[in-house]
């Protein structure tokens, strides 16, 4: 005999695939939990791939945010005033030291000039040869002076040069007079441009044939130069 349903009873058929398909997803994460857990390791790399991607794309000269540093309220470094450019004190370039030497003696006439490139005529010697000098002609017994500031390094006297007197200068410059008589200096003398240091003489073998002159030599490191292109304007 077929038993009556009350309407109270649920029906048995609903529950039971309910607790299957449950029962059958359980079993199927127990299988293949390894598998799950290896394709979501999959897809967070990638995730992390393409986040890497987006930021690398980004242009390099982008501007770097700038810092911005706060002053420390207890930073006890002074504050220095930069000084007032009325107060900051001026100080005069030092002047260009210049050789500008005066003639040897006043109112000279150069009777033969400096010549190392070309043969002059010697008539002491009755022939052509270079002339390593400048010749300043003048009366016999004119006082000959010092042509600029410097310190007597060398004196003799003979028979032939006569006199000879070479004071050394700054940077390099030398110069030496001949044909001198009545030398008044001597070797370590601090000389000024002005002073005497001899007279013009004569008798001395030495170019005896020209008129009475003092012979004036340069040097500038150790060069012979000629004296001429380094006087002052008024005296050449």
Same mark, same amino acid.
């Given at each position: 005999m077929k038993r009556k349903k009350t309407s109270g009873e649920a029906p048995v058929e609903g529950g039971g695939r309910a607790k299957r398909a449950a029962a059958n997803v359980a079993v199927f994460f127990r299988k293949n939990i390894y598998i799950i857990l290896m394709i979501l390791c999959i897809l967070a790399i990638a995730a992390m791939i393409v986040v890497a991607a987006v930021l690398g794309s980004q242009p390099d000269d982008m501007p770097d945010t700038p810092t911005i540093q706060v002053p420390d309220d207890d930073d006890d470094t002074p504050i220095v005033t930069p000084p007032d450019d009325d107060d900051t004190p001026t100080v005069d370039p030092e002047p260009e030291w210049t050789f500008a030497?005066?003639?040897? +003696?006043?109112? $000279? =006439?150069?009777?033969?000039?400096?010549?190392?490139?070309?043969? +002059?005529?010697? $008539? =002491?010697?009755?022939?052509?040869?270079?002339?390593?000098?400048?010749?300043?002609? $003048?009366?016999?017994?004119?006082?000959?002076k010092a042509v600029f500031d410097g310190t007597v390094t060398a004196v003799s006297t003979d028979s032939y040069y006569g006199g000879v007197v070479e004071i050394t200068h700054e940077n390099g410059y030398v110069t030496t007079c001949k044909l001198l008589g009545d030398v008044s200096v001597a070797v370590g003398d601090k000389v000024e441009s002005g002073d005497v240091i001899g007279k013009i003489a004569n008798g001395f073998y030495f170019e005896c044939a020209d008129a009475p002159h003092v012979h004036v030599e340069l040097k500038v490191n150790g060069e012979y130069e000629d004296i001429s292109t380094y006087l002052k304007e008024g005296d050449k």
């Open positions: 030497p005066e003639l040897p +003696v006043e109112q $000279a =006439t150069v009777s033969q000039g400096h010549s190392e490139d070309e043969l +002059v005529f010697n $008539a =002491t010697e009755n022939k052509w040869k270079t002339h390593i000098g400048t010749d300043f002609a $003048a009366a016999e017994g004119s006082e000959v």
